[in-house]
T-cell receptor, first 114, second 115 residues
Framework: DQQVKQNSPSLSVQEGRISILNCDYTNSMFDYFLWYKKYPAEGPTFLISISSIKDKNEDGRFTVFLNKSAKHLSLHIVPSQPGDSAVYFCAASARGGSQGNLIFGKGTKLSVKP | DVKVTQSSRYLVKRTGEKVFLECVQDMDHENMFWYRQDPGLGLRLIYFSYDVKMKEKGDIPEGYSVSREKKERFSLILESASTNQTSMYLC??????????????FGPGTRLTVT
């Protein structure tokens, strides 16, 4: 039973446009959410995070939105660049829970076309 | 910068061999993790450790064991490699405690092929 779901396995966007990656979760105990980016043959790298006390966090071209009532978060990339092409993983944690484990979604492969 | 290193980037082993994957982190992190990544399945947790000599099973521990004799080093052991263990193996580390963000830092991965 997936606690963190990324329902779109892939997304294709034109360079300069907005990329929106979505993530849903089922466990109401999750209170911290992270996005990771992964290039082929490399380990995932941390991108941006958000605590459940916020509904938005912004870092340059990357913004994460959290809708707690809908148990939904999204990552916006504006403007998208070809170098953003990668697999993006959403992850969630219940900080009062098991020693900092993260629950990952299955990932969304983003392709940004020049 | 946090650095997590893994002993090999690519490894080819035969069925039945014992395989050791080593991971070292240099940030004095308490928590260490082993994942495997397969297409369409995302990152699946094999084992984790929140202290020296401590280990906990993750979601898919069968066929694997781990060792953490020193804080900076976490080893994944495939007792008898099988072809269904062909995968990308990723090690990660993080700080412990409720004050932490629980952000995990990943190594570059080991692509293991079992023939």
């Amino acid at each position: 039973d997936q606690q963190v779901k990324q329902n779109s396995p892939s997304l294709s966007v034109q360079e300069g446009r907005i990329s929106i990656l979505n993530c849903d979760y089922t466990n109401s105990m999750f209170d911290y959410f992270l996005w990771y980016k992964k290039y082929p043959a490399e380990g995932p790298t941390f991108l941006i995070s958000i605590s459940s006390i916020k509904d938005k966090n912004e870092d340059g071209r990357f913004t994460v939105f959290l809708n707690k009532s809908a148990k939904h978060l999204s990552l916006h990339i504006v403007p998208s660049q070809p170098g953003d092409s990668a697999v993006y993983f959403c992850a969630a944690s219940a900080r009062g829970g098991s020693q900092g484990n993260l629950i990952f979604g299955k990932g969304t492969k983003l392709s940004v076309k020049p | 910068d946090v650095k997590v290193t893994q002993s090999s980037r690519y490894l080819v082993k035969r069925t039945g061999e014992k395989v050791f994957l080593e991971c070292v982190q240099d940030m004095d992190h308490e928590n260490m993790f082993w994942y495997r990544q397969d297409p369409g399945l995302g990152l699946r947790l094999i084992y984790f450790s929140y202290d020296v000599k401590m280990k906990e099973k993750g979601d898919i521990p069968e066929g694997y064991s781990v060792s953490r004799e020193k804080k900076e080093r976490f080893s994944l052991i495939l007792e008898s490699a099988s072809t269904n263990q062909t995968s990308m193996y990723l090690c990660a580390s993080s700080l412990a405690g409720l004050a932490g963000s629980y952000e995990q830092y990943f190594g570059p991965g080991t692509r293991l092929t079992v023939t």
